[in-house]
C-alpha cells in the first residue's frame, strides 16, 4: 500500500513564500517512473490540479499558479517539493500530492497552507 505523506504547509502572509514536501512510501517503484502532480481543496471546493511533471522532467501549471509555484522531485528519495512564491489569499487550501493520472494511489492527509495577514 502506497503511502503519500505531505508536510510543510503553514500559516503565511500573502507575498510569502512555502515548500511543501510529499514523501511516497512503502512502494517498490520510484517515482521516477510516474508522472506526478500536486493537487489542492480549498473549503467548498472542488480539488483542482495545480502543478504536474512527468517522468521525464517536465512541469505544468495551472494558469492560477503559473510564475509563483514551482514542482520538482528528488527520484533518489521518492519525494517531490511544490515551492510556492509570492503567495495569495486564494490559495490557501489543503494540498495534496498524487499521481497525475488514475488510478491514483489512496489520498494521504494533504497539508493545510493558509495564506492571510
Known amino acids: 500500500q502506497v503511502q503519500l505523506v505531505e508536510s510543510g504547509g503553514g500559516l503565511v502572509q500573502p507575498g510569502g513564500s512555502l515548500r511543501l514536501s510529499c514523501a511516497v512510501s512503502?512502494?517498490?517503484?520510484?517515482?521516477?517512473?510516474?508522472?506526478m502532480g500536486w493537487y489542492r481543496q480549498a473549503p467548498g471546493k472542488q480539488r483542482e490540479l495545480v502543478a504536474t511533471?512527468?517522468?521525464?522532467?517536465?512541469?505544468n501549471y495551472a494558469d492560477s499558479v503559473k510564475g509563483r509555484f514551482s514542482i520538482s522531485r528528488d527520484n533518489a528519495k521518492n519525494t517531490m517539493y511544490l515551492q510556492m512564491n509570492s503567495l495569495k489569499p486564494e490559495d490557501t487550501a489543503v494540498y495534496y500530492c498524487?499521481?497525475?493520472?488514475?488510478?491514483?494511489?489512496?489520498w494521504g492527509q494533504g497539508t493545510q497552507v493558509t495564506v492571510s495577514s
Open positions: 511533471i512527468t517522468s521525464g522532467g517536465t512541469s
Open positions: 512503502r512502494t517498490i517503484f520510484s517515482i521516477s517512473t510516474y508522472a
Open positions: 498524487n499521481k497525475r493520472f488514475s488510478p491514483h494511489w489512496d
